[in-house]
């Protein structure tokens, strides 16, 4: 097993408090920093590392951070996506709630890299454990100095703000978070401008995810070539794999990218659930493409993943066994999708409707075999057709779950009910035995 690098000492029940992550040489990272790198230094030790954002998109970390103008004669701002909402994920929380000075100084490294004197965490509305914990935190971090004015004598000041989410899964989507902090409904910005030109309030933003700022005091400490070294090259480091679905040990795992799919649901997971075979998997939350058991041996990394026909995406991986019906499973994930849209687009809002007619209609018995055309043909025309990426991973379960079970489609439609009438998952997506 890789070496446990964002959860090393995660299962410490004090790792939350301010003493005990100093004496895990927390807050070590930004004393190195404040002393002895320079912002437009640290945004190339990020860029060199190959860090890429851990929140869905992948894209490269530092260079994100190198496209905030310089002198654009506009505050600058960060937003921390701490919006976990995407089914099947659970890492960010975890990351929040048990390390969360980790995240933070994460947050403070970054600000100074990109010249940020104010950073707003943007934490989902649910997660009350996890906001009473980063607040701790920011309270701690201000009466020791690390954030403030004059930050460790440095000269740089920050402030944090922690802002509670408005419970909507669209608010994940970096515009309609910044949307959401200026008090409006988040409904995701046309682009360009992109944030890092216009964002929050019309200046300079970065939004980075939770589990990207954590990487960046290990990076700070140990050198860009130590975490260039990790996994990949073009998808170095370690990676928080939540694991989820019809195996015996659920849970986060951390491990290093390019790790195969089968080694985390069988050495980590344990295996399938009452030794079934496995069905399928999704591999980067609920808005990623279907694997069938014949991609067991992928990858876990960007590149790898994209090329089996899927995303990494979040690194969510729900894992079906052989009970599973696909069909059932597409008309709940769009079930899901249709409740958030946010409904700004006319593809998204009427498509994903559709879906859910279409697929119920399926699955009690009353489709027809023109049915699957229809979908299809609705799938493509939402996908890729919207002001944010909604649509697309909506799309995305209904298309690879015909594309790989139509046999299972066409049993539902001939046989005019559910063969698979023991579902996998009760309604509140626990495991059934």
């Known amino acids: 097993m890789a070496e446990r690098v964002l959860f090393k000492y995660i299962d410490d029940p004090k790792q939350h408090q301010m003493d005990t992550y100093i004496r895990h040489s927390g807050y070590s990272a930004l004393k190195k920093a404040l002393k002895e790198i320079k912002p437009a230094e640290l945004i190339e030790m990020v860029k060199k590392s190959g860090l890429r954002g851990r929140g869905g998109a992948g894209f490269p970390t530092g260079l994100k951070w190198s496209f ?24 960010d929380r975890q990351l929040m709630e048990a390390d969360p000075h980790q995240v933070l100084e994460g947050t403070i490294l970054a600000s100074y890299a990109i010249g940020c004197n104010h950073a707003y965490f943007y934490i989902r509305g649910e997660f009350v454990f996890g906001h009473q914990r980063m607040a701790q935190a920011v309270e701690e971090a201000y009466q020791k100095g690390f954030l403030g004015k004059n930050i460790l004598g440095s000269g740089y ?23 959401s902090l200026e ?8 682009k360009p401008p992109f944030p ?20 960046v005091p290990h990076i700070v400490n140990r ?78 990394d960007f590149d790898s993943v994209a090329a089996a026909g899927s995303l990494l ?9 052989e009970r599973t019906c696909m069909v059932w499973m597409a008309q709940r994930l769009s079930e899901f999708y249709e409740h958030e849209s946010c409904g700004k687009c006319t593809p998204c809002r009427e498509g994903t409707f559709w879906l859910v007619e279409i697929l119920s209609r399926i699955e009690e018995g ?51 009910r559910c063969p698979w009438p023991h579902r996998a998952f009760d309604f509140d997506g626990f495991v059934q035995n």
């Not at 905030?68 to 659970?90: I, R």
């Not at 008090?183 to 046309?190: E, L, N, Q, S, T």
């Not at 890092?196 to 990487?215: F, I, K, W």
């Not at 995406?313 to 066994?321: P, Y």
């Open 196 to 215: 890092a030109v216009s964002g929050l309030y019309n200046c300079p933003t970065v939004v980075n995810n939770v589990e990207t700022l954590a990487c």
């Open 313 to 321: 995406g979040c690194a969510a991986v729900i894992v079906m066994d």
């Open 366 to 416: 009353k489709g027809t075999m023109k049915d699957l055309d229809l979908l299809l043909s609705i799938c493509d025309n939402i996908a890729f057709k919207t002001v944010c990426a909604l649509a697309d991973g909506a799309a995305a379960p209904v298309v690879s779950a015909i594309q790989h079970f139509k046999d299972e489609f066409v049993a539902h439609i001939e046989e005019k």
């Open 183 to 190: 008090g409006k409904r988040a409904f995701p910005r046309v």
């Open 223 to 300: 050198g860009a070539e130590w975490f260039a070294s990790l996994g990949p090259a073009k998808s170095p480091g370690t990676k928080v794999v939540c694991l989820s679905g019809h195996v015996n040990r659920p849970g986060n795992y951390e491990l290093e990218m390019g790790t195969p799919l089968r080694e985390l649901i069988y050495t980590h997971g344990g295996g399938i659930l009452g030794g079934r075979k496995l069905k399928a998997a999704i591999p980067g939350g609920s808005s990623v493409p279907i694997l069938t058991e014949k991609s067991i041996d992928v990858k876990l």
């Open 68 to 91: 905030v103008p310089k002198n654009s004669g506009k505050p600058k701002y960060l937003c921390v996506n701490a919006d976990e909402s995407e089914p099947g994920t659970f890492k």
């Open 157 to 179: 000041d920050l402030d944090v703000t922690i802002v509670r989410g408005g419970g909507a899964y669209i608010c994940g989507e970096e515009t309609g978070l910044i949307e």
